[in-house]
């Protein structure tokens, strides 16, 4: 008997023992977790919010006096990423670097996993953007006007690319095809950059793309830059006309761009995030970086950001009912 009780009483604070490690193990795992600062940029390396993020991280970093790094999370039209935010914990400490398509996922299939407007915190409004319209070389257009006729006298034989389904590209595309009257076929990438590379080697023919990110492109000869998707010309490119001007009279499509935290940060914690933010996008050097992808700067404060978001999706929601697509 006495020697069967010896493993019991060993055992005992053996189990205890074990019990502490792991309990000390999980405060240093958590503790881990939280030396750090996360964006999220919801596409593949390369696009336009990668940019956006790649030039405000170190400055963030600066300011903060830790570490914050960069993380590419791909997937259904950017649904995936934010996804990803929105479950995180409400400190502040994780956020995505988010465009207009994180509330077009939403507006087109009511099943997306979460709510653009309760499940986030604005914490901070980047700038905004217009879009180009490119098609690849080999199309006999030289202008929107040009485009649609041989798209009308071609039915369903040019393709457009986007950077998945649910995402800015995708709608502003399909908002284009829709007003104009043409069948032209939706070829859905992971990222910008994807989209682009098919653009330009012609597995696709037509893109709607963010200026963010595509200025590199816009010499490129395998493409040809038909007209901006905006109200007015933008003066980076003061030689491309709009839309309207070259064959789709008031046709526009702009995106805002700006950073978002989970739901439920708060106050103090994300208007000390607010006022950092808006200091590193005011920075000189950060604004012009940002005014060469295309990009407006412009600062809001967090109620401003978040009245934006609510105007902005209700826009969204009209335009997908006009581009066809449908929730639902």
């Known amino acids: 008997m006495r020697s069967g009780s010896l493993p019991t009483r060993v055992g005992l604070p053996l189990r205890v023992l074990g019990g502490l490690f792991a309990l000390c193990a999980s405060v240093q795992i958590a503790t881990a977790q939280s030396d750090f600062y996360k964006i999220i940029v919801p596409f593949a ?16 970093s600066t300011l903060l006096g830790e570490t914050v790094i960069v993380e590419n999370r791909a997937g259904a039209g950017g649904g995936v990423g934010s996804s990803v935010v929105a479950r995180s914990a409400p400190d502040g400490r994780t956020m995505v670097m988010a465009a207009s398509s994180h509330s077009i996922g939403p507006a087109i299939d009511r099943k997306t996993a979460y709510d653009p407007i309760k499940d986030f915190t604005p914490l901070a409004h980047v700038g905004t953007g217009a879009y180009l319209l490119l098609i690849n070389a080999a199309v006999p ?11 009308k006298a071609n039915p369903g034989k040019l393709n457009y690319a986007s950077a998945g389904v649910g995402s800015a590209t995708h709608l502003a595309s399909a908002y284009f095809t829709n007003r104009a009257e043409i069948n032209v076929v939706h070829v859905p990438y992971k990222s910008t950059a994807e989209a682009l590379n098919s653009t330009v080697v012609g597995d696709t023919q037509i ?19 038909l007209a901006v998707v905006s109200k007015k010309r933008v003066p980076s490119l003061p030689n491309i006309p709009t839309v309207s001007e070259s064959g789709l009279p008031d046709f526009e499509f702009t995106s805002w761009f700006g950073l978002l935290g989970p739901a439920n940060i708060p106050a103090d914690v994300r208007d000390k995030l607010n006022g950092m933010l808006n200091k590193v996008i005011n920075m000189p050097g950060v604004a012009e970086k940002i005014e060469i992808q295309g990009i407006e700067p412009r600062t809001m404060n967090s109620s401003e950001f978040s009245q934006l978001l609510s105007d902005n999706y209700e826009t969204i929601k009209r335009i997908v009912k006009a581009a066809g697509i449908g929730a639902t």
Request: glycine share 10%; proline share 9%.
């Open 45 to 60: 390396p390369g696009g336009g919010q990668d940019v956006l993020a790649r030039v405000i991280a170190p400055e963030l």
């Open 141 to 151: 257009a030289k202008s929107v006007a040009e485009l649609i006729a041989y798209a």
């Open 207 to 225: 893109l709607i793309v963010p200026t963010l990110g595509s200025q590199g492109f816009i010499e490129n000869p395998s493409l040809k830059v």
